[in-house]
């Protein structure tokens, strides 16, 4: 079972490069986010998608942009890294969305992205 | 802006005691989540509770959902080295689109030492 699949694991990017983190599921989940870890801070959110072809903004949007072409992928992308987005980034996916008052709210995350940006 | 503060923030117990992980928040959640992270890891769901008042068990750990909807407790008895991880709180809202959400608490770290 493969659940949420993260690419890559670990990256060190210099300030100004740009890359894209890759998130994949195989629950046929309609909703995906993209969070960041930051020590003391838990989890904040930066972008979600309700659906394919959908995405909306989160708690800390600026610096990142996503695409969801497809049901199955959520990307995050990061035009210019700055060393403020050195974080631990996560996708997570839930049938619905995750916390609705009805069955699998739950949300499934992946193994997380390390990114260090100097 | 939604604030879940969790204390304590980090929490070091010796095997076999207990101990309690607290989630306060000024808002009101329609429901709130709570999960366990191991290092290297996504965090994993726990428990779900909806209803003010509600308490949950699962195994040794005791869940409870404040009368107001705006805090939660989870207390763990006779620890166990794998209980060791970071235990995140999660109270669920709707954004204006109509979405369904997660606003994540701080975290409490706990270590139990064998």
């Known amino acids: 079972n493969a659940g949420v699949t993260q690419t890559p694991k670990f990256r060190v990017l210099k300030t100004g490069q740009s890359m894209t983190l890759l998130c994949a599921q195989d629950m046929n989940h309609e909703y995906m986010y993209w969070y960041r870890q930051d020590p003391g801070m838990g989890l904040r959110l930066i972008h979600y998608?309700?659906?394919?072809?959908?995405?909306a903004k989160g708690e800390v949007p600026d610096g990142y942009n996503v695409s969801r072409l497809k049901k199955q992928n959520f990307l995050l992308g990061l035009e210019s890294a700055a060393p403020s987005q050195t974080s631990v980034y996560f996708c997570?996916?839930?049938?619905?969305?995750?916390?609705?008052?009805?069955?699998?709210?739950?949300?499934?995350f992946g193994q997380g992205t390390r990114l260090t940006v100097v | 802006t939604q604030l879940l503060e969790q204390s304590p923030q980090f929490l070091s117990i010796q095997e076999g005691e207990n101990l309690t992980v607290y989630c306060n928040s000024s808002?009101?959640?329609?429901?709130l989540q709570w999960y366990r992270q191991e290092p290297g890891e996504g965090p994993v769901l726990l428990v779900t509770?909806?209803?003010?008042?509600e308490v949950k068990k699962l195994k040794r750990l005791t869940f409870q959902f404040g009368d107001a909807r705006k805090d939660s407790s989870l207390h763990i008895t006779a620890a166990q080295p794998g209980d060791t991880g970071l235990y995140l709180c999660?109270?669920?809202?709707?954004?204006?689109?109509?979405?369904?959400?997660?606003?994540f608490g701080t975290g409490t770290r706990l270590t139990v030492i064998p």
């Open positions: 998608s309700v659906g394919e072809g959908t995405t």
């Open positions: 808002s009101v959640f329609s429901s």
């Open positions: 999660a109270g669920a809202y709707r954004e204006q689109t109509g979405a369904n959400n997660l606003f």
């Open positions: 509770v909806v209803t003010g008042g």
């Open positions: 997570a996916s839930s049938y619905r969305g995750a916390g609705t008052l009805s069955l699998n709210t739950e949300a499934f």
